[in-house]
C-alpha cells in the first residue's frame, strides 16, 4: 500500500504547478517584432584601435566595426580584471 506523506503531496502540488503555469503562459501573437539583437567582441587590441575611435592612428582601417558603430551602439565602458593575452 502506498502512503502520501507530505512531502510527497507538496512535491506533487508544485509539479503541477509549474505544469500549469507552462500549459497557460502568454504567446506572442504573430504581428509582434523582435529585434535582433548581435553582439560582437574583440579581443588583443588597445581600446583606441578601431578607426571610429577619435584617437585611433591615422594608418588604421576598419570600415565594417566603423560602419556598425554608425549605425548600431559602441559599448565604451569595458574592462577585465587581468589583463592578459588570452580569452577573457
Do not use: W, Y
Amino acid at each position: 500500500m502506498h502512503t502520501l506523506t507530505k512531502k510527497k503531496i507538496t512535491s506533487i502540488s508544485l509539479g503541477l504547478f509549474a505544469f500549469v503555469l507552462t500549459m497557460f503562459g502568454q504567446v506572442p501573437s504573430n504581428n509582434e517584432k523582435f529585434k535582433n539583437v548581435v553582439l560582437i567582441l574583440s579581443d588583443d587590441h588597445r581600446f583606441d584601435f578601431l578607426g571610429f575611435h577619435e584617437d585611433s592612428p591615422d594608418f588604421l582601417e576598419t570600415p565594417s566595426f566603423d560602419r556598425m558603430s554608425q549605425k548600431g551602439a559602441h559599448m565604451a565602458n569595458a574592462f577585465v580584471t587581468t589583463s592578459l593575452c588570452s580569452p577573457s
